[in-house]
């Protein structure tokens, strides 16, 4: 990431790269707007530089700030009902299962 970020840093904003991003996200931008989008990008860029720049050593990583953490629980074997009771009220049975139309067709 940090050779990413560097190469970043180096690499020229022009207004063809802008372009070239923008028909990636299959945008279409005026004049104005690939000005626009050039210098907040830019400024993104240089945020993701300041952020490089952090000494993150001691930092422990994490997935997630909400401090949810996995929970299992033993699966227990509930109540179902029977094969026979639930194709009790089935309008077409095939070997045993449901049956019933192709939602699409062929």
């Known amino acids: 990431m940090d ?3 560097f190469t970043m840093n180096k690499a020229k904003l022009t207004n063809k790269l802008i372009q070239h991003i923008a028909s990636l996200a299959e945008l279409e931008l005026n004049e104005k ?3 626009r989008y050039k ?3 830019q400024d993104i860029i240089n945020y993701f530089n300041k952020l490089s720049n952090l000494d993150i050593k001691n930092i422990i990583p ?4 909400g401090g949810i953490v996995n929970k299992f629980r033993i699966d ?3 109540y179902f009902l029977k094969k026979k009771n639930a ?4 309008t077409s049975i095939e070997r045993g299962y449901f ?4 939602p699409f067709k062929k």
């Open 3 to 5: 050779n990413y970020l």
């Open 33 to 35: 707007e690939i000005k």
């Open 39 to 41: 210098m907040q990008l």
């Open 62 to 65: 994490t997935s997630h700030v």
């Open 76 to 78: 227990k074997v509930k």
């Open 87 to 90: 194709l009790f009220n089935a």
């Open 99 to 102: 049956k019933t139309k192709l």
